[in-house]
């Protein structure tokens, strides 16, 4: 897996160099254009952001619910991951005034890192302290795509125009997580006193490669002869399947470190506990154990969404 | 021509030496079953885990290594055709060599003066070995049970060792299946043969986890359970690929498993601890009860727990049972033995540790050279730990685990002051301080099961209230005969409740009825009828049992000290009634033709 990694990145970087490389020869042919943008991406890989969610309703069946007679309340929220910020670099080939081709490679990162605690307690003859925390909880996504393009301009001034356009192409994206979560209880009695300290790690990554696709619409402005900028919104369509990736579990108490691959899925868990039940989907690569017989459906990475970017383009 | 010749003479000679091999191998193995044998069972650490369902939500654990002290006695005559009797007491963190062992089970006895309250050693005239092999084991940390860690004189690391990686009701009885199989393996004469649970008190909680570990053991390794413990699934199954080896490497049913573990007997068992105080205080706290009859006879009046000017709303069973103790107290009675004086249990329980901590007694009560086993030598105790804190125990510790009422100072005193370990660091070295030779009740255990990690998280494994234990009970109950005593004079687990708390498991049985007057010719009649719901037990039929449930009317707690005669005659007789004898006789036959031996 780490090999193929390695290699689609190399391929990566050899098209970027690729590209480049073709621009500077194609300097003063007027048929080429080079593009560089940026922006932000809205996103809902839902099935990634899964793992917040879990974490959120173990943290409601498992902690607020059954101490819901002490006082307390979490700070924070776990986070999620809706945007993405993309770049982009594209060359296009003009064939016609109003036709064109291109060849891109866009790349985008998203990371979210959080801190949580949550602390809950009573005071009485007895006292007693459970604090939950999560230093950090981190959700990381990453990736790029090539793709090729054709593209319909339609004038609206001698510097103006607005442009309609599709893509197709490859794309990778890699996205991990990470929680080191604490807990300690502690127990002041009359007769007697407890602490309790439990904790880990739990890490997990995965890489996954699939078909992408978007629809373009975007407004070009000319500055000068060869030099202008863009706006551009974009709808993209990109699901990737069958998403191998490691991961990894330290606990407190027990010196050695668990460690696994697996493919992604979703696991669905039916938590029973005395003070309530709780339904929970949860994504997972872990399937030891006597976890496979949890397992609900196949994990989707579902990066589609809309783009929002800007741009500036040089004509050679 | 020549080698011919030579082969001809050498080869009779040779199957000669092989035969004669073969047998001293063969009378050997059978010498170490018909001899008695005493020493420790090296338990390694185990990962284990309790969970809800939800895999990284589960609490992670590894258990301590530990050496588990066992004795074996075999049986009068014939030990390799007799059934292995399993005996352990409760606490948690009970010696069974104070307890069972002492009273009135092994070969000999320990006989204590009333007026002086010391021991002695005496042959004991109802010793278990006339029916079968007897098996005696202490709990981790217990009678001579012991620990290791890496650094035991570090005091936060060993004070971590008392958490629910060591001290739970699950690792606790996964302790003792280990033992057990491990003992039958050493032992392949007695492997197939059938095992009986003789149980006291919280006893009957390690029993009933234990049996339920044996018979629905997949359970444990699947997920199914809340408690996970994959190795001991594996041991298990190695277990019963040789005594089954229809079922090599397949689940065996636990109809099948039960003809190896197809009874027990619990002697005033812990089950369903809750539902047994919830009913016990109500019936105790009803006019003319008991507690009456002892304001009458003592001239002291017995206060209700309601009528009790500090009374709190919102109490528990076990507020209104302290309120008892303190009336047992104040008027100088035992609450395990309310027609005996106070401390006329643990006194027992005290000489009985006093004596088994001297060489010469141990040697003669276990029937071993002691100076034998290794393990005892303080030498070889480098890593071991036995107790929590050092110093200023008493505010350390919590007793709201422990079977009876909380310990007094005196029984604090002997806790930290041990008696004669002196004797024993003569012969086999002073320990470090944090060590002991023996302790009777290790109080830090009993602590450890009541407060740990696992309870803080709000795992269901505190036997105190949960509800679990009574149901796995049952589900066992369905497969193995089952006997319990109902003595007339103890408080602290009062069986007259149990039918009527048994009957609270309303998911599983429909009704849970006392009938005091069968089985007919029953000296001492008494029996428990139970009323399963239909297909309710996983892989039974099970519509009804019948636990056996005799009355002792001279005893309290420990019925083998004051009726050890009575309570073997009825074992006996409860064994012929259910087949007992029968049925070993069909184990043994069946196993004994798979394996192709003649017996």
Not at chain 1, 3 to 22: D, G, N, T
Not at chain 2, 555 to 572: K, Q, R, Y
């Amino acid at each position: 897996m780490k090999k193929y990694i390695s290699f689609c990145h190399r391929a990566a970087a050899a098209i970027v160099c690729f590209l480049l490389l073709f621009s500077v020869f194609l300097t003063g042919t007027e048929r080429f254009q080079i593009e560089l943008y940026g922006g932000i991406s809205f996103i809902n890989p839902k099935d990634f952001n899964l793992l917040s969610k879990a974490e959120q309703k173990y943290n409601d069946i498992y902690f607020i619910q059954r101490l819901r007679h002490f006082e307390g309340y979490f700070v924070n929220d776990f986070p999620k991951i809706k945007e993405t910020i993309p770049a982009g670099f594209r060359i296009r080939y003009k064939v016609s005034e109003k036709l064109s081709f291109s060849l891109g490679l866009e790349g985008f990162i998203q990371k979210k890192e959080i801190s949580l605690e949550g602390s809950f307690g009573y005071s009485s003859t007895t006292s007693e302290n459970h604090i939950k925390k999560y230093d950090p909880f981190r959700l990381g996504l990453s990736g790029y795509a090539v793709m090729g393009g054709v593209h319909f301009r339609l004038p609206v001034g001698s510097k103006t125009d607005i442009e309609i356009g599709a893509a197709a192409g490859w794309a990778k994206a890699d996205f991990d997580f990470s929680s080191n979560w604490s807990y300690t209880a502690s127990y002041q009695g009359t007769e007697v006193s407890y602490d309790s300290v439990d904790g880990g790690v739990l890490e997990g990554d995965g890489t996954g490669n699939g078909f992408a696709a978007q629809a373009v619409l975007r407004f070009n402005r000319m500055l000068g002869r060869n030099f202008g900028f863009f706006v551009e919104t974009a709808c993209t369509y990109c699901r990737m399947k069958s998403i191998e990736g490691s991961g990894r579990e330290a606990r407190i108490g027990i010196p050695e470190e668990n460690s696994w691959e697996g493919i992604w899925g979703i696991k669905r868990e039916e938590i029973h506990v005395l003070w309530g039940d709780a339904d929970v989907s949860v994504p997972t690569n872990y399937w030891g154990d006597w976890t496979l017989s949890q397992h609900d459906r196949d994990f989707v990475l579902d990066l589609s969404g809309f783009r929002l970017s800007l741009g500036i383009c040089i004509r050679l | 021509m020549i080698l011919e010749e030579k082969m001809k003479k050498v080869i009779p000679t040779l199957i000669l030496s092989v035969w004669i091999i073969f047998w001293v191998g063969a009378a050997n193995s059978l010498m170490a079953q018909s001899q008695p044998e005493a020493g420790f069972c090296f338990i390694e650490e185990n990962d284990f885990h309790f969970h809800t369902n939800s895999y990284f939500n589960r609490l992670a654990l590894r258990s301590s290594q530990t050496r588990i002290w066992r004795v074996y006695q075999p049986a009068d005559d014939d030990p390799a055709s007799k059934p292995l009797f399993v005996f352990f007491n409760g606490g948690p963190g009970g010696a069974t060599s104070a307890g069972l062992f002492s009273a009135y089970t092994g070969r000999n006895a320990v006989s204590v003066d009333p007026h002086t309250s010391e021991g002695s050693i005496i042959i004991n005239p109802h010793n278990w070995t006339r029916i079968g092999n007897l098996l005696h084991i202490d709990s981790r940390n217990a009678g001579f049970s012991y620990s290791l860690m890496g650094n035991p004189q570090d005091d936060t690391l060993r004070q971590a060792e008392w958490d629910a990686q060591n001290f739970n009701p699950f690792i606790d009885a996964a302790d003792f299946v280990r033992v057990l199989l491990r003992f039958l393996a050493d032992h392949p004469q007695l492997q197939q043969n059938p095992v009986v649970l003789v149980v006291e008190s919280y006893g009957g909680i390690r029993s009933l986890v234990m049996l339920h570990l044996l018979l629905f053991y997949q359970d444990y390794g699947n997920g199914k359970a809340l408690y996970q413990d994959p190795a001991l699934v594996h041991e298990i199954q190695e277990h019963y690929n040789t005594i089954f080896p229809k079922y090599a490497d397949q689940t065996v049913p636990p109809s099948v498993i039960a003809g190896q573990f197809s009874h027990q007997v619990l002697i005033q068992p812990a089950i369903t601890r809750y539902f047994q105080r919830l009913v016990a205080v109500r019936m105790l706290e009803a006019p003319g009860s008991i507690l009456d009859q002892l304001a009458e006879e003592t001239g002291v009046p017995y206060i209700r727990y309601r009528d009790q000017p500090w009374a709190r709303e919102n109490h528990t069973p076990y507020n209104i049972m302290n309120n008892i103790y303190d009336y047992l107290d104040i008027i100088g009675r035992d609450p395990y033995i309310y027609s005996k004086p106070e401390g006329f249990f643990n006194d027992y329980f005290d000489a009985a540790g006093e004596l088994l901590t001297h060489y010469d007694a141990l040697c003669l009560m276990t029937g071993v050279d002691v100076t034998g086993i290794p393990e005892l030598y303080a030498s070889s105790r480098q890593r071991a730990y036995k107790i929590k804190f050092l110093e200023d125990y008493a505010s350390q510790m919590s007793f709201s685990a422990l079977m009876g009422p909380a310990p007094k100072a005196s029984d604090l005193n002997s806790f930290l002051f041990p008696c004669a370990e002196e004797d024993m660091a003569s012969v086999f070295g002073a320990l470090q301080p944090w060590d002991r030779y023996f302790l009777d009740l290790n109080y830090d255990v009993s602590t450890a099961f009541s407060l740990n990690m696992a309870v803080m998280e709000g795992y269901d494994v505190q036997y105190a209230y949960s509800e679990i234990y009574g149901e796995m009970f049952l589900e066992n109950v369905a497969f193995v005969e089952t006997f319990i005593t109902n003595a007339a004079y103890d408080i602290v687990v009062y069986c007259p409740s149990l039918p009527d708390a048994l009957a609270y498991h309303t998911s599983i049985l429909n009704s849970s009825v006392f009938d005091p007057a069968g089985p007919s010719q029953a000296e001492r009649p008494g029996q428990i009828l139970l009323d399963y719901k239909q297909g309710i037990v996983p892989g039974s039929s099970v519509t009804s049992r019948t636990i056996r449930f005799p009355r002792y009317t001279n005893s309290g707690h420990a019925v083998t000290m004051t009726e050890p005669g009575e309570i073997l005659d009825d074992v006996i007789s409860w064994l012929q009634d259910t087949d007992f004898f029968l049925k070993q006789q069909s184990l043994l036959h069946q196993n004994y033709r798979h394996k192709g031996v003649k017996k």
